[in-house]
């Protein structure tokens, strides 16, 4: 009998209009933190995170354990 392997994740290419949709949400999440008082262009998500985020949220999967750095 072999193991199992876990299944793994995959790379995806987002558009332009994507990219763009991705990159304005940050950049709101930059502003608002530097109004909060820190600075947001080092503590804001990745876009990365930012785009798992929305596709998790929008398929109803709970958050991921591999991205809870930015949680604590």
Do not use: C, H
Not at 15 to 37: S, Y
């Amino acid at each position: 009998m072999t193991k199992r392997k876990k299944a793994g994740g995959v790379a995806v290419m987002l558009d332009a209009e994507l990219t763009d949709a991705v990159r304005q949400l940050r950049e709101k999440v930059i502003r608002q933190m530097n109004d909060a008082g820190v600075y947001g262009a080092v503590a804001a998500p990745s876009m990365g995170y930012v785009a798992r985020q929305l596709l998790r949220s929008k398929l109803g999967l709970s958050d991921s354990a591999l991205d809870d750095v930015y949680q604590r």
